[in-house]
Structure formats: C-alpha cells, structure tokens
C-alpha cells in the first residue's frame, strides 16, 4: 500500500468502501509506527476520514478556484494585497 496512491494492482477505479477501508489501514499502520501519526489518540472510522476529507476538500477546491481567478484575471503588475482586495466581495 505505502502511500495511499492507487497502484498498478489495484487500480483508480476501486469502490469508494474498499478505498477508504485501504486509507484507515495505512493509517492505522502508520499510528503504530509514526511518532506524527500516533499523536492521535481517537480511533477513526472509515466514514470519519471520508467526511473529514470531504471538507477539506471543498475548502482546498475553494482556494483554488480563488487563486487560480486571481493569476488570470488579476491586474497587470498588482501585489498580491491589490488582487486579494479586487477578489473579495
């Protein structure tokens, strides 16, 4: 598994139960041996890390689609204080 990257194997179009039962695995693996992982003293779920992922992602699908407006249709020569202000309702 190492790094929760489809493989070869595998593949991208796995199940979203059996790709998410492949996350909790790694990481319960990795809480056994990774001082950062074993931090974590709460025990996480299959549905737990999908939801906790959901929200990030949306929040870093947000930021994308902010920045990636204020590269392309940002002014000419602005800092980035001038973009964030032109950006912002």
Do not use: C
């Not at 039962?21 to 996480?44: C, G, H, P, Q, W």
């Not at 992922?53 to 930021?63: E, K, R, Y």
């Amino acid at each position: 598994m190492g790094d929760g990257e489809p493989d070869s194997i595998i593949g991208a179009n796995q199940k979203g139960g059996k790709y998410w039962a492949r996350i909790k695995a790694e990481f319960d693996e990795r809480k056994l041996i990774n001082s950062d992982y074993n931090k974590v003293t709460m025990k996480r779920s299959q549905k737990a890390m999908s939801t906790r992922w959901a929200i990030i992602q949306a929040s870093v699908n947000s930021f994308h689609g902010f920045h990636h407006d204020m590269e392309t249709r940002g002014d000419s020569g602005a800092d980035i204080a001038q973009l964030v202000r032109l950006f912002l309702p």
